[in-house]
């Protein structure tokens, strides 16, 4: 080893799903939403005076905190915007993740969370989901610096009610828990009115799954104004201008059409119900998914072959090596109702049906 990589802070990174550039692919691995954004979004990317992309952005990008506060009844002082979900809970994980007590998450959760702990060296413990992938809020009753877990599930799907997230919640008044709710648009109840109650609260969500935006990159957190200002402090910190003048005005245009992010994420909860319904059929077997992916095994075949078989006919899905007791299932994101009938009768042919 050199000297100078004695000081270089190594750490294993995220590893991003495969984005593969196919025109003919169907692409289930990445949990896109199959659908355009909403109209304003081309509107806007139409009339757009690129003059403006010479100055900088409203480093407050008060136009979307606003739009995105009006729309879930929040202030905007309770609403902090960021690159992607994933840049928010980076920047969450700098600002309230400072104990020298362990944090906890899910050992089967999204993969992002350890990376983030051991670039920034924080403790952490994974606690064991049960063998049906289950969250239980008591292993959670423990001493810790912070807590952080997704509701749906990521990559299980498996939702949290409402009154176990506030179980976590309440059980824990001396840290900040951090509910990264980046697919309850597909089901359950969100966990944002818990922000009223608790002072120690924070619900994460992105543009990039319901919206159709995840080449936008915009994600966003509500909390109450004193977490909201100890975030921006750290943000203002790190990069005044995150977020750019077109993204701002794009996530504006998207949030604003309520009728249209109703209609797309109805009609991919009508087609994951559909989808799990013929999985049944053919014996899969997974958990009642509430986001718009499923996480199926099959008793029967070997899924890693499955796996390679799809990626010949160029239908890709997600397979995960880690930890070792989930390497047997796939993430099968939900695509358009005929992306998913081309995907079932090509199982239906795989198992001879």
Known sequence: MRKWEENVRKVT???????????????????????????????????????RLRMYPDPLVNDLRSAIAKRYGMTVDQTFVGVGSDDVIAMLFMTFFNSKK????????????????????IPYEQIPLDEQFQLHPQDYCRDNGGIIFPNPNAPTGELLPLSAVEQIVQANPDVVVIVDEAYIDFGGKSAIGLIEKYDNVIVVQTFSKSRSLAGSRIGYCFGNPTLIKYLNDVKYSFNSYTMDALTIALGTAAVNDEDYFAQTT???????????????????????????????????IDNIALFEALREEQIFVRHFNHPKRIAPYLRISIGTQEEMEKLITFLENYLNV
């Open 266 to 300: 109805a009609k991919i909860i009508q087609t994951r119900e559909w989808t799990k319904t013929q999985l049944k059929r053919l014996g899969f077997v997974f958990g009642d998914s509430m986001s718009n992916f499923i996480f199926a095994t099959h008793p029967k």
């Open 13 to 51: 990174p995220y590893t991003p799903g495969e984005q593969p550039k196919l025109e003919s692919m169907i692409k289930l691995n990445t949990n896109e939403n199959p659908y355009p954004p909403a109209p304003g979004v081309e509107k806007v990317l139409r009339s757009f005076d690129v003059n």
């Open 102 to 121: 362990p944090i906890l998450f899910p050992d089967i959760t999204y993969s992002f969370y350890d990376v983030w702990a051991d670039m920034l060296r």
